[in-house]
């Protein structure tokens, strides 16, 4: 008999229900008295019964949940610019939180660096102010070439860099695509493939 996936998972879930409420009120042994006579035969019968059809229904479990798995191991999936099996998607569904966190810390980086270079840059700049002034403030027809120069000197001697050796930016920007590609597609690309995907029971 075949079945989709999306079957299969439906199934699970009521097999799951009927196995927790199985064992309700089931007795396989009880103690017999002068007052209260057990029939062991009848017992026998209603144990080995209720036994088997528990068993059974574990049976039907552990079948369907063996080739879903077993089906999710093998069957490929692409969701946005990230390939693998259906297993391999379940599991980077979970663990895609370690990417989000890596996002997160790259953006505080990046914020707090361009603050400081900012702030830095400023800094620089009020010191050059300050310098021009004390320097050629008496001497109102100062020459233009010798102000030029005195910037220069001192904007090389004070440069202020960002230093970004990973181009930090560029990859904030991919790994938020790639993060927002799987997280919007997954559940719809899943649900399509376990529409599709027909396991043998």
Same mark, same amino acid.
């Given at each position: 008999m075949a079945m989709s996936i999306t079957q299969g998972l439906a199934e699970l $879930? =009521? =097999?799951? $229900? !009927? =196995?927790? $409420? !199985? =064992?309700?009120?089931v007795a396989w042994t009880a103690v017999s008295t002068k007052t209260k006579k057990i029939d062991a035969e009848e017992l026998n019968k209603t144990a080995s019964s209720e036994y088997q059809s528990y068993m059974d229904l574990v049976s039907r479990r552990d079948t369907i949940k063996r080739a879903i798995v077993l089906s999710n191991a093998v069957t490929l999936v692409s969701i946005g610019k990230w390939a693998g099996t259906v297993a391999e998607a379940i599991e980077h569904k979970s663990s895609i939180v370690y990417k989000k966190k890596l996002l997160e810390k790259m953006k505080q980086n990046s914020l707090s660096t361009q603050e400081e270079f900012q702030a830095a840059n400023e800094e620089m700049t009020m010191r050059l102010d300050r310098l021009l002034s004390s320097e050629l403030g008496k001497d109102i027809k100062t020459n233009p070439e010798t102000i030029a120069s005195l910037t220069a000197s001192f904007q090389e001697t004070n440069k202020v860099v960002l230093v970004d050796p990973l181009g930090l930016k560029k990859m904030i920007v991919e790994l938020e695509e790639e993060i927002d590609a799987f997280e919007t597609n997954v559940d719809w690309v899943l649900s399509e493939t376990n529409g599709k995907t027909l396991i043998k029971i």
């Open positions: $879930k =009521l =097999l799951d $229900k !009927r =196995l927790s $409420k !199985r =064992l309700d009120g």
